[in-house]
C-alpha cells in the first residue's frame, strides 16, 4: 500500500525559504509520477509542481523561479525547495503520487494517493 508522509512546513516571513520533504513507501521498482499541491482556506486544491520518475518536472506559472522539485530514488524522498516565500503561498501542502501515464500532472484529478499534508504560512 502506497503510503506518502509530509514534512518540513511551518511558519516564515516573506522573502523567506523552506524545504519541504515527503517521504514514499509501497511503490519501489513502479513507474510514478510525484506532485505538490497546495490548498488555501476557501479555495480550491491547485497543482504546484510535480516530478516523474525520469526526472522530468513541471511548475505552476505562480511558483516558476522560486520553487523547486526535486527527489532522492534510493530513498524514495520528495522534496520542495521554496524560496522567496510570499503570504500568498500560504496553504497547506500536500505531497502526491501515481501511476498512471499521460495524465496532466498538475490536475488533482491525476493522482490516486496523497499524504496528510503540512501547513506553510508565509507572514508580511
Known amino acids: 500500500q502506497v503510503q506518502l508522509v509530509e514534512s518540513g512546513g511551518g511558519s516564515v516571513q516573506a522573502e523567506g525559504s523552506l524545504r519541504l520533504s515527503c517521504a514514499g513507501a509501497?511503490?519501489?521498482?513502479?513507474?510514478?509520477?510525484m506532485g505538490w499541491f497546495r490548498q488555501a482556506p476557501g479555495k480550491e486544491r491547485e497543482g504546484v509542481a510535480t516530478?516523474?520518475?525520469?526526472?522530468?518536472?513541471s511548475y505552476a506559472n505562480s511558483v516558476k523561479g522560486r520553487f523547486t522539485i526535486s527527489q532522492d530514488n534510493t530513498k524514495n524522498l520528495m522534496y520542495l525547495q521554496m524560496n522567496s516565500l510570499k503570504p500568498e503561498d500560504t496553504a497547506m501542502y500536500y505531497c502526491?503520487?501515481?501511476?498512471?501515464?499521460?495524465?496532466?500532472?498538475?490536475?488533482?484529478?491525476?493522482?490516486?494517493?496523497w499524504g496528510q499534508g503540512t501547513q506553510v504560512t508565509v507572514s508580511s
Open positions: 502526491a503520487a501515481d501511476f498512471r501515464i499521460g495524465l496532466p500532472r498538475l490536475l488533482v484529478g491525476s493522482y490516486n494517493y
Open positions: 516530478i516523474a520518475t525520469d526526472g522530468t518536472t
Open positions: 509501497g511503490y519501489a521498482g513502479s513507474r510514478w509520477c
